[in-house]
């Protein structure tokens, strides 16, 4: 409206002052992102600023929210007629399982007390509401309505009602954001459970795929089979559904199978989660006990922890198979492990990832995130 | 169509606008349309470095972008980064494009926005996780288009008093 402008600031901008205003900036951009990516020191601020952001991303989908409770409440009589009898035709073949299952579970506590095994089942579980939220379209992450004040920690594992979720990644005090087991940085350690052998399902990024790039071409899988956590690392709790094997791919000319699998848990419709305890006492893998109690499939059990140890670097030198057959280079590949961590590729991410299913960019799971900052500080 | 840069654009409406627009970022679409989302906190950045470089510089760019990266939950400051980029660009190139036509306009804010995803893209493979999927580059057009009416609002929320 005016013409003449009031401010008495000089009208152009100082040429200098704005390159070294852009450099000081980039530079403490690049700062961050440093301590953010390679030291995690950002843990505390990065979950002050989840809490500071909830209230507002809350505020974004209240009206989506508020749209379909609207929409919910509206629901015709018939429909909430129809889907209850569904309900309590599902509950009556719950309850009959479950009849089965208590006496289950008492012999299977029973066994494992003879054997002295702790049984790592879950003890405590927490609901928690999907706060529906587009972090970004290309990652796979969830956004839940738990966080620190309800005890939620990072590493925690999240299921639903078909299988296993994700685990917490960060943990505000009222928020915390989930990765999705199909999120291209997540790996969950997995068992076949038809035959015991053990393997890594890596996310591809698309909500209704797994990828199992690390079995040997002799390994006996094929489409259909249930995946089930094994429990190795300590994150999941084991024996809980993964995904089904949805396709196997024997190129002879590759040295490992291509193997997908579609997730048993519904990714990317469910509105809420479970966030479980367990006792995760048992940290270590043991593979070696079990080849020997379990007969029948030993030939193809052996050489499955080598593949998961090895697999990392087949992918990276394209070296070829991990020789299935030689159970020699067992102590070899607990050996090339730690280097791949000390190298900082992106591969080294794996290689801990055996030990601990991974997040590499927000950080290891709480155990490990103790104890690295007097390794660093000295 | 580039007018409304005035001085007395207070805080309460920059914080307003830069709020709307990090909403819009984070507001649940469905999944076609979120792919193709454009990046309304960068085209709120260039605005504002085109329009009112000496109310705003770099340091709010950088805000925004850090505000960004909290957000959605990715490595923090790489927004920072790429925006202050984007918006030293604009502020330095501004008395030219302003004085563009506005399909030329789009043209440049196309290529500014090309720049920051290029950057993002790139920060993001430094970082160890690259995303390659082509379809992260849908929302750089897609906000070009956007910038014409997105100017309109802009201009109009900044001319009322």
Known sequence: MTTHDPDPRPLLLGGPALGLRLIVLALMAAGLMVADHRQHHLGAIRDWIATAAYPFQWAVQAPVAAWTAARESFATRTRVEAQNVKLAADNLVLRLKLMRFESLEQENQRLRAVRASSARVVQRSLVAEIVRVDLDPFRQRVLVNKGNKDGVFRGQAALDANGIFGQVTRAGLISAEVILISDPEHAIPVQVNRTGTRSIALGTGRSGLLSLPYLPQNTDVIVGDLLVSSGLGGVYPPGYPVGKVSAVVRDPAQPLLAVEAEPLAALDRDPEVLLVWFDSAVVEPKPEPEPAETAAPAAVKKPAPQAQTLAPHAEASATPAPAPQAPSPMPQAETTAPQAETTALPEAELAPSLAEPVVPESGTPPPEAEAVPPETGR | ?161
Request: aromatic share 12%; hydrophobic share 60%; proline share 6%.
């Open chain 2, 1 to 161: 169509m580039m007018r409304g840069s005035r001085s007395n654009f207070g805080w309460p409406r920059i914080v307003g606008l830069t709020l709307a627009a990090l909403a819009a970022t984070v507001a649940p679409l469905p999944e076609w349309l979120e792919l193709m989302r454009p990046d309304f906190v960068a085209l709120t950045v260039l605005w504002f470095s085109l329009l009112a470089p000496r109310l705003l510089g770099l340091s709010y760019a950088w805000c925004a972008g850090l505000a960004l990266d909290g957000f959605r939950g990715v490595l923090l400051g790489q927004h920072a980064l790429t925006l202050i980029v984007i918006a030293y660009v604009a502020s330095k190139l501004r008395l030219q494009i302003r004085a563009f036509p506005p399909l030329q306009q789009s043209a440049v804010i196309l290529a500014l926005l090309f720049l920051n995803e290029f950057l993002l893209f790139w920060i993001d493979g430094v970082a160890g996780h690259p995303i390659t999927d082509w379809r992260r580059w849908l929302a750089v057009p897609v906000g070009a288009a956007c910038w014409p009416l997105l100017t309109g609002i802009y201009a109009r929320v900044a001319a009322r008093r």
